[in-house]
């Protein structure tokens, strides 16, 4: 398969990159995700492959471990996003860092049905949404969805979000 060494590449540093410190690893993964190799991934997947770089406040209020700050995309995952969110090609999943690191917003919940910590970052500019998740044991993060909010869908939501802000006014 074209583009298998790039693969092998990527999957023998994936471990590496919670270790380097942030600007070398979100340069790494911002590279990996501009090749053809994670482009043939997404279309096929096989593993994981990582996505963004969280910043330590983040992972720590998802209960990652210590030292676990890399987001990965998972075969299922990136399946589930074809399927739901066709509109978002391969190449866009570059857009994950900076939804990271230029969020609107975030916050940290828990999942209704695990009681798992989970981060959704918002970026209004480009209208992007993500969640990440750490696995039980806090060992991995897991981006679990990726989309863009409809132009029309954010400007409710940014109706909403004043209503709510003027009734705590009162």
Known sequence: ????AAVDAVRALRDKLDTL?????????????????????FRSPSGVWPIARLPDADARAMGARDGV????ISEDTAR????????????EYVAAQRIVD??????SYADPKTGRRR???IQEMDRY????????????????TMYRLH???ARRDREIARLLQKAKKK
């Open 102 to 107: 230029h969020a609107t917003a975030k916050a």
């Open 21 to 41: 410190p942030p600007q070398p690893s979100v340069a790494l993964i911002q590279d990996w995700l501009k090749t053809d190799a994670f482009v043939r991934w």
């Open 119 to 121: 981060m959704i970052y």
């Open 151 to 153: 132009s029309e869908e």
């Open 129 to 144: 949404v993500m969640v990440v998740k750490a696995t039980e044991d806090g060992g991995e993060l897991y981006m679990t």
């Open 80 to 91: 589930k996003q074809a399927k739901h969110h066709p509109d978002i090609a391969p190449e």
């Open 1 to 4: 398969m074209p583009g298998a």
């Open 69 to 72: 700050r890399v987001a990965v």
